[in-house]
DNA sequence: TTGAAAGCGCTAACAC
DNA sequence: GTGTTAGCGCTTTCAA
């Protein structure tokens, strides 16, 4: 039973005809070759006597496309116990599902030499790429050197088209709130090297300025927003400008900061608010409820990736797509503020 | 710049040699034909100049193998933001990294018909499949006629290897425990239909009666746990047999069950004992802490996508791997029992 | 040490 | 309608 595979030659054999007559009836698209009822039947009579399945290998190497498309962040390796990568990529995959496309998940780890990776994006196993990246990322370079369709998520990158979130839009929500509710001193919580503060905190300082407060940032975080002993004699001295309200750029940090407070004995939201800036929607059945409910900015990452996987499908296509496409995020008041 | 990306023809006729020379470098393994290192450097310069690289669909036709591995689940499609999903595949993906494999996720859908799903699994796109599946799911028929290598999630499955997890243990764990602390009379939630339950109902069921507790079994409850009117009632009575403690078949019944709780005002412990089975380890940073702190088993379901990728990629290569390979699981005390 | 040639399994243009 | 044929880009055997 578990001889070779046939092939398709092996079919029109079988039923006594060429293999174009054969092809005609898988291949996908209509085919030029027109086949009569009979034939047809007695082909596909045959197929199934033996199993016939095509190779979709051999089908890629002649269309020259897989119908797959890939991933690659720039950042770290992809960790799917993160919500940020299992938020966007279940998008991805969705839109996948419905156009019938995979998604292929390519083996790298932080210090695989970067012509390596190059090569595994771009020797024709996906036919498009979404790309988790920023400005000066030497994987950029190689990438426009190639034909591989990409686009770039929640940043713009010289050369491809992007899905962006509104970055600045959440910022200024997150002043206005801290303003009303008569915050003056706030404590940016940012790691220095990171670039989608780039967008978040320069926005904030504008928007706080603006509205008259006064906000110092703190870069000199562990890289999962671990308390700082910058923090922590900030947090000591009750001076005039101790910060009453602690903005965290991404959700991550906010916890990480509430971590430290719980274990001192700090008061959410009577001694200090906080903020974060993300807002992974607990998935409806399976999440625990979380401990606090963090005042955030909601950003659709499942959706995001649904858009850019779209996006980038209709691009293999050959059709022109928008250059930016922004995606709206969304205020949540919790309980945090 | 983005012209036709070349061939190993271009770059043989580039260096003027022909193209086995020009091959024998590039191929990974150890090719029989030998190079003079003039010849060789010749290659390498033309190869350079031209920014080629290997096309790894024609590699694959040729070699007749993708160093691509895949995942299929006969139970729902896959959502990565399921604990249980991304725990896993996160699993999977470490293990591909090691060994410099890939993971494809191929796109279905629930209404997608067998057939469909078969093809796509066989048809060369990957040299061998993860499975998480149960007895009787007519994908096993189909794949049974196959000669994909297939190692299977969770579950026994005849004509397949598989991984499977202490479900015995556990439950026997989590009776003791329950026992231990005085608890007689027991409800446990589990859905009609699902196999997994198969393994540790009986099994608890057992270790009960030894332990001379009393077990009302309640399969009438929603596809996600939630709670059932017979539930509600046998809650309200007060009788001699009213339960003391939840057994839940998974941590996710468990939620759902404390979040009824909670609602309703019931205390956890002090009225009710509930106990879980899959205890997600939560990311060390990027995770919210719960809410409660659910006595469970833990399952080490990164662990186990990790072993059953690299038992496959072994049988891949070859080799023979074991029949059933068993993961031992870890009781864990919360606070909710 | 090098080159020629035969495929891997399929698609598509073209001739009958 | 149906069959023939030339590749897609690579690997590998065999002969030179």
Redo the contacts between chains.
């Keep these: 039973?578990?001889n070779k595979?046939p092939t398709l030659d092996d079919v029109a054999k079988r039923a006594g005809v060429s293999k174009s007559a054969a092809a005609a009836i898988f291949v996908q698209k209509q085919s030029t070759v027109r086949v009569s009822p009979e034939t047809r039947s007695r082909i596909l009579l045959a197929a199934q006597e033996m199993?016939y399945?095509?190779?979709?290998?051999?089908t890629?190497?002649r269309r020259q496309s897989?119908n797959?498309i890939g991933y690659y962040t720039g950042y770290v390796?992809?960790?799917?116990?993160?919500?940020f990568h299992?938020?966007l990529?279940?998008g991805i995959?969705q839109a996948?599902?419905e156009?019938?496309?995979?998604?292929?998940?390519?083996?790298?780890?932080p210090d695989t030499p970067i012509e390596q990776i190059?090569?595994?994006l771009?020797?024709?196993?996906i036919d498009g790429l979404i790309l988790h990246s920023h400005a000066g990322h030497p994987i950029l370079d190689y990438l426009r050197?190639?034909?591989l369709p990409v686009i770039s998520i929640a940043e713009k990158l010289a050369g491809f088209s992007a899905v962006t979130i509104d970055d600045a839009g959440g910022s200024n929500s997150i002043a206005e709130h801290l303003h009303a509710l008569g915050h003056r001193h706030i404590l940016y919580r940012a790691p220095g090297d990171v670039h989608t503060t780039s967008q978040r905190y320069p926005q904030f300082m504008t928007m706080a300025s603006e509205l008259g407060m006064e906000v110092v940032r703190d870069s000199h975080l562990g890289s999962?927003?671990e308390v700082s002993a910058m923090e922590e004699e900030l947090l000591r001295s009750g001076g005039r400008s101790h910060p009453t309200a602690i903005v965290c750029w991404n959700d991550?940090f906010a916890?990480?900061f509430m971590?430290h407070c719980k274990k001192n004995g700090i008061k959410i939201p009577d001694d200090l608010a906080v903020t974060g800036f993300d807002g992974y929607a607990p998935?409806p059945?399976?999440?625990?409820?979380?401990?606090?409910e963090?005042t955030t900015i909601r950003v659709p990452w499942?959706e995001i990736g649904r858009i850019a996987a779209q996006l980038l499908l209709k691009q293999i296509g050959g059709a022109e797509i928008p250059l930016e496409t922004l995606v709206p995020v969304e205020f949540v008041c919790g309980t945090t503020s």
């Design positions: 039973m578990k595979r199993n399945r095509p190779n979709a290998v051999a890629s190497l897989t797959t390796t992809v960790d799917l116990r993160v919500p299992n938020h990529l279940n995959r996948c599902d156009q019938k496309r995979h998604l292929l998940l390519q083996g790298t780890f190059y090569n595994d771009t020797d024709g196993k050197q190639d034909r999962f927003g991550l916890h990480q971590r998935h059945f399976f999440e625990a409820a979380p401990a606090y963090l499942v």
